[in-house]
């Protein structure tokens, strides 16, 4: 019966992505190549529709995209920090994962200084974020030559808290629309992890959720249905994976390298995709808007 229930999600995802206009899934270019460096990931679009993304022009700063399709550096973060994710909070404060640094900063809504949240020397570095509905924030932390990684939580206290140790290369995190699930994926291993999040922010009934046979992961983001797009990098595409797990589509791009995907736009429905080895934004139109559009519109 779960065998038949799953053809069915698939069948009826597969017609709805059917009825799409031609151009839907057809990847442009948002800004030109080189527009940052080879280093750009995290992006994440504000209320007011503007995208920002780590490593505008030179490492260490963080872009800012405006609604027009102008970059320019927004901040430059203190001396030897670089960021990686970026996520924005229900108050519209932006919140930066430091990789180089071992920190989280937040920078407060309508404020260009970015200031300490958490901070903790025994993170390998501090890789992409996600944040719950709840206020917390749930960090991937890999250790690319040890191939292991961590996931910790940084309380809506600025408490921070090993979840889980000696996992996969933790790479790409995000929480499920209804603030139900975490996933979190592992590079090298190629696998997608599910949790359940409990009240208090913690984790439980770990189970996998997608194994893939080739290439690496690396950012993931859902949209208001739950389907989750994990940009799969050196293969050049972003997969799409409904809630049960069933891969639908896999959306080629320009680029090879893929870092992350965000989604924005006027319905929410733009999906803006960082490439390192081009070092610019490419984007797709999906069938929904994104989970975290649709909480702030």
């Known amino acids: 019966m779960s065998s038949f229930r799953n053809l069915l999600c698939f069948v009826i995802a597969a017609n709805m992505l059917a009825i799409l206009p031609l151009y839907a899934f057809q990847s442009t270019d948002l800004l030109p190549e080189h527009s940052f460096t080879d280093g750009i990931e995290g992006p994440a679009v504000n209320k007011a529709g503007e995208l920002f993304a780590v490593n505008f022009k030179e490492q260490g700063t963080i872009g800012k995209i405006d609604v027009n399709g102008n970059g320019s550096v927004f901040l430059t973060l203190p001396e030897?920090?670089?960021?990686?994710?970026?996520?924005?909070?229900?108050?519209?404060n932006m919140f930066v994962a430091d990789y180089a640094g071992h920190k989280v900063y937040r920078i407060k809504n309508g404020s260009e200084t970015a200031e300490v949240w958490a901070e903790n020397s025994a993170m390998n570095q501090p890789n992409d974020l996600a944040i719950s509905d709840a206020g917390f924030i749930y960090l991937s932390?890999?250790?690319?030559?040890?191939?292991?990684?961590?996931?910790?939580?940084v309380t809506p206290s600025g408490e921070v808290r090993l979840l889980e140790a000696?996992?996969?290369?933790?790479?790409?995190?995000?929480?499920?629309?209804?603030?139900a699930l975490l996933y979190v994926n592992e590079s090298v291993q190629r696998k997608v992890w599910k949790y359940n999040i409990l009240k208090d922010g913690t984790l439980s009934n770990k189970s996998l959720f997608y194994s893939f046979e080739d290439f690496g992961m690396d950012g993931m983001r859902c949209d208001i249905k739950g389907n989750l797009y994990i940009t799969r990098y050196d293969k050049g595409t972003v997969a799409m994976l409904s809630p049960k797990g069933i891969l639908i589509k896999e959306i080629s791009l320009q680029g090879k390298k893929p870092s992350n995907i965000a989604f924005g736009g006027k319905d929410g429905r733009d999906g803006y995709v960082t490439m390192a080895d081009r070092g610019s934004v490419e984007v797709i139109r999906v069938a929904h808007p994104g989970s975290y559009y649709s909480k702030v519109h």
């Open 80 to 92: 030897g920090s670089i960021g990686n994710g970026i996520r924005f909070d229900k108050d519209q």
């Open 141 to 153: 932390d890999p250790n690319w030559s040890e191939n292991t990684g961590n996931i910790w939580m």
């Open 166 to 179: 000696d996992m996969g290369t933790t790479n790409g995190i995000e929480v499920s629309p209804d603030g």
